[in-house]
């Protein structure tokens, strides 16, 4: 494959020193979801009660839960949300990962598929056995898949991958003191608590650790393939299956292709529908290492095309810059993004990008008003986080939702916080670990400026 990129990446960054913090008033109001358990690791959101709000999922590593948070409306929606544990007995551990799952694809949520590493190291899927009750406990049973392979799974996504029959599962896991695997759990024809033992899992490859995972058909072919991330690698498992005979689809059989060697972290689709198949323009983080306006802070990265039109199996990449630094504290030099999404947060018709930062440097942030075309380009940075952004250290953001949660007309920003420490004794070791913000919104303020 062919792979086309500017001859100069500036990958990172960012002078020493601090920045002026933006106006108190260009902050946006965070509200606590949730914040009574530890770790929270993600969030995924459906309205799973159909009553017209989106429910939020969340794996909580540190405490072994899986919780159901239950949206109160738009009228309480600032004030804490209800919870339930939907783990249907089974014992999650280390929980890294959580999302809904429509196997059938009727449009009612069947289960959620979780993956756990360190004592489980195994996928669960947790079905909803009352679609009608799905905020109490006893409406849900738990079962894992497949014992014989145990990674330490950090992803999940759950998609149709053998073209015939419900929708799938894909996991990804990261080696730490063992292998990790990319692997494909073909669901059984009919899906339920008691048949686990009918899913078929194959290991696919080998893989260091996967940040970002998604099933998608990335070449136009009628078939998923895998769209992933792990270290400074992005790249797809193209899904070769075809017909043995009329009519038989084979097993899918995987070709990787690379299609960069030096995007970090995670990535988002901020495609609009213009030209090419699915996934035609991606974010992709970068790490920041030292701060400082008109730095790299993402890349974009889509498909190149021959002159019919038709995608030529080449990529390219192209840089965004932010115009203002980054804001931080004296030591705030590592910024790791966790979270990347794409969507319209102000009055411009623009996309916009939000992303979540880790590190010793952290916050919420956004990129605003992208040019739907594969290009450099400057984009002003807008601060989402409050003014406690540099007051924490060891802060652990993770990915980004977003959501009209108020109903107001403008979307909100979801995120989970997995650790932090805060207070004199947080800023004299930056290591230590302590309760997050748990589960949280941003208020979109409704003024957001077009730039």
């Not at 203002?324 to 590592?334: C, L, T």
């Not at 993004?337 to 009055?347: A, E, H, R, T």
Request: proline share 4%.
């Amino acid at each position: 494959m062919r792979l086309y990129f500017p001859s100069l990446l500036v990958m990172i960054m960012l002078l020493a020193g601090c920045t002026d913090s933006p106006p108190p008033g260009r902050y946006w109001t965070m509200h606590v979801i949730d914040d009574s358990y530890e770790g929270a690791d993600g969030v995924d959101l459906i309205d799973i009660d159909s009553d017209g709000d989106a429910d939020a999922v969340v794996a909580w590593e540190e405490s072994g839960a899986l919780l159901l948070h239950e949206n109160p409306g738009p009228a309480r929606v600032r004030e804490p949300w209800g919870q339930t544990m939907i783990s249907g007995g089974l014992t999650v551990g280390k929980i890294e990962d959580a999302r809904f799952a429509d196997f059938d694809a009727d449009g009612v949520v069947d289960a959620v598929v979780s993956a756990t590493e360190k004592g489980s190291e195994r996928v669960g899927v947790h079905w909803l056995l009352r679609p009608e009750a799905p905020h109490s406990e006893a409406a849900w049973q738990g079962t894992w898949l497949d014992a014989s392979l145990q990674y330490l799974y950090i992803k999940v996504a759950v998609g149709q991958i053998d073209g015939h029959g419900p929708r799938d599962i894909v996991a990804g896991s990261k080696a730490e003191g063992k292998s990790g695997a990319l692997v494909w759990y073909e669901t059984a024809a009919t899906p339920g608590p008691g048949n686990a033992g009918q899913w078929q899992s194959r290991f696919i490859d080998e893989i260091d650790w996967i940040d970002s995972l998604a099933i998608t058909d990335i070449n136009g072919d009628g078939r998923n393939d895998i769209l992933l991330n792990y270290w400074n690698n992005l790249l797809w498992y193209e899904n070769l299956a075809a017909e043995v005979s009329p009519g038989v689809t084979a097993a899918p059989r995987w070709k990787k292709h690379q299609i960069s060697a030096t995007t970090k972290s995670y990535f988002a689709d901020c495609s609009t529908g213009a030209a090419g198949a699915a996934y035609s323009l991606l974010a992709v983080g970068a790490d920041l290492s030292a701060t400082g306006a008109g730095d790299v802070v993402l890349y974009l990265v889509g498909k190149t095309y021959d002159a019919g039109g038709q995608w030529d199996g080449g990529w390219q990449q192209r840089e965004i810059r932010a115009h203002e630094a980054v804001p931080r504290d004296i030591g705030q030099d590592d910024y790791k993004i966790k979270g990347i999404v794409c969507g319209n947060i102000d009055d411009d018709s623009r996309l916009d990008i939000v992303i979540s930062m880790s590190g010793r440097g952290h916050g919420v942030f956004a990129l605003m008003n992208m040019e739907d075309s594969l290009t450099d380009q400057r984009l002003h940075l807008q601060v989402v986080d409050g003014a406690g952004f540099n007051s924490r250290k060891g802060i652990k953001y993770d990915n980004v939702a977003l959501e009209d949660l108020d109903r107001d007309g403008d979307l909100d920003i979801i995120t989970t916080e997995e650790n932090g420490a805060s207070g004199a004794l947080g800023r004299l070791l930056p290591g230590l670990v302590t309760r997050g913000l748990g589960l949280v919104w941003f208020e979109n303020p409704g003024d957001v400026p077009g730039a």
